[in-house]
């Protein structure tokens, strides 16, 4: 017993989330794409972490390392106007480039948190997509 309990004691091992951004509008601002670790961190929108990356091609590619094994779902916005926020229009519509983790979709409003999340393992390497959509 007290072999696993030195053993559980040791560093974690951590796992990796890859995505790749497509559809994204070369030369136009800037990617956000945010990574939470659960539904109540998306709506207090306290992402785990985050990237602004420049949108210099249609597709592009961020990597989340050293995760503990968990579910993580990605939401990513082409920031078009360079303001640091989504822009929405008529009843909080984005009205930028923006999808989710897994490519997911919703009906009338987001997806929720089960819809886009990855499962990452406590080692090796998760992906997934996100198609940005106006």
Same mark, same amino acid.
């Given at each position: 017993? +007290? /072999? /696993? +309990? &030195?053993?559980?004691?040791?560093?974690?091992? #951590?796992?990796? &989330? %890859? =995505?790749?951004?497509?559809?994204?509008?070369?030369?136009?601002?800037?990617?956000?794409? +945010? *990574?939470?670790?659960?539904?109540?961190?998306?709506?207090?929108?306290?992402? %785990?972490?985050?990237?602004?990356?420049? =949108?210099? !091609? @249609?597709?592009?590619?961020?990597?989340?390392?050293? /995760?503990?094994?968990?579910?993580?779902? &990605?939401? $990513?916005?082409?920031? *078009?106007?360079?303001?640091?926020? *989504?822009?929405?229009?008529?009843?909080?519509? @984005?009205?930028? @480039?923006?999808?989710?983790? %897994?490519?997911? %979709?919703?009906?009338?409003?987001?997806?929720?948190?089960?819809?886009? +999340?990855? #499962?990452?393992?406590?080692? !090796?390497? $998760?992906?997934?997509?996100?198609? *940005?959509?106006?």
């Amino acid at each position: 017993m +007290a /072999l /696993l +309990a &030195l053993a559980a004691a040791g560093p974690a091992a #951590a796992g990796e &989330l %890859r =995505a790749t951004v497509r559809n994204v509008k070369p030369n136009q601002g800037k990617v956000m794409v +945010a *990574l939470f670790d659960s539904a109540e961190a998306q709506k207090a929108k306290a992402p %785990r972490a985050g990237y602004f990356v420049a =949108a210099l !091609g @249609p597709e592009l590619q961020v990597v989340f390392p050293d /995760l503990p094994a968990g579910r993580y779902g &990605l939401i $990513a916005f082409q920031d *078009l106007d360079n303001n640091g926020e *989504l822009a929405t229009g008529l009843f909080g519509i @984005p009205a930028e @480039p923006h999808g989710f983790s %897994r490519s997911a %979709r919703g009906s009338f409003g987001p997806p929720g948190f089960d819809d886009y +999340a990855v #499962a990452v393992g406590a080692s !090796g390497v $998760a992906t997934t997509e996100i198609k *940005l959509v106006e």
